[in-house]
């Protein structure tokens, strides 16, 4: 095996060689988290890659003090952030800034998302707020 061929790391990840998981509150989802406290030692962002199925998504929630920025590797959504809706497709990226609700619906037949969140999330009921 040569260095190209190693196995995921700490540093080096493979998403689907890792755990995914059913979020809190959403429907249709499988999330990977890819950067966190646990996994990588990170103490400031968390990274999250996640798969959503058509017509699923989350509901109307913000996160109290917390950044969270979604990039759009595959499909499209829509995207409704302080009651104004957009149509995000791949390419985008949509940024929800701290306490302002928003919420995400699939329009495609899939969409595949990377998820940042400053300061980690780590599904802490804690840290969201749901209208």
């Known amino acids: 095996m040569n260095a190209i061929e190693k196995p995921t790391s700490k540093?080096?990840?493979?998403?689907?060689?890792?755990?995914?998981?059913?979020?809190?509150?959403?429907?249709?989802?499988?999330?990977?988290?890819?950067?966190?406290?646990?996994?990588?030692?990170?103490?400031y962002m968390e990274v999250v890659l996640g798969e959503v199925e058509k017509g699923a998504g989350v509901s109307t929630h913000a996160h109290p003090g917390m950044e969270q920025a979604q990039y759009f590797i595959e499909g499209e959504a829509e995207v409704i952030i302080d009651g104004v809706a957009y149509q995000a497709r791949a390419g985008d990226l949509c940024f929800f800034p701290p306490?302002?609700?928003?919420?995400?619906?699939?329009?495609?037949?899939?969409?595949?998302?990377?998820?940042?969140?400053?300061?980690?999330?780590?599904?802490?009921?804690?840290?969201?707020?749901?209208?």
């Open 99 to 131: 306490d302002v609700f928003h919420s995400v619906r699939v329009t495609s037949e899939r969409m595949k998302v990377l998820i940042i969140y400053s300061p980690p999330y780590a599904e802490n009921p804690d840290k969201v707020v749901r209208k």
């Open 11 to 43: 540093y080096v990840l493979r998403p689907d060689e890792m755990a995914s998981y059913s979020p809190a509150n959403h429907t249709g989802t499988k999330n990977t988290r890819l950067v966190s406290a646990a996994i990588n030692g990170a103490q």
